[in-house]
């Protein structure tokens, strides 16, 4: 069974800095791409930062310049370095990967989320 597991997250002062890691495990064949999700009380999932399987980052315009997207191929894992930290990044964040995997005679394909870790922004 592929699972993701997330840890890092916590309660920081603005202007603060966490680093959120998630790790994936399981049969994988190949992790296509990986990325990293928010959801606040009250609002709908949105997407923080990706990397596509060619390595390339795409940012949420709200986390530009201080959010840092990185991969780690060997250890099937996915960093979000957070800088810069406001109240309003306080969420969940869920870490997501496209994955390619084997299941019993069966080569699959489908996205895969974690169990989100809280991130709180405050004073």
């Known amino acids: 069974q592929v699972q993701l597991v997330e840890s890092g997250g916590g309660l920081v002062q603005p202007g603060g800095s966490l680093r959120l890691s998630c790790v994936a495990s399981g049969n994988i064949f190949r992790i296509n791409a990986m990325g990293w999700y928010r959801q606040a009380p009250g609002k709908q999932r949105e997407p923080v930062a990706t990397l596509t399987s060619g390595g390339s980052p795409n940012y949420a315009d709200a986390v530009k310049g201080r959010f840092t997207i990185s991969r780690d191929n060997s250890k099937n894992a996915v960093y979000l370095q957070m800088t810069t930290l406001k109240p309003e990044d306080t969420a969940v964040y869920y870490c997501?990967?496209?994955?390619?995997?084997?299941?019993?005679?069966?080569?699959?394909?489908?996205?895969?989320w974690g169990q989100g870790t809280q991130v709180t922004v405050s004073s």
């Open positions: 997501n990967a496209d994955l390619t995997y084997y299941s019993g005679d069966y080569v699959l394909r489908n996205d895969r």
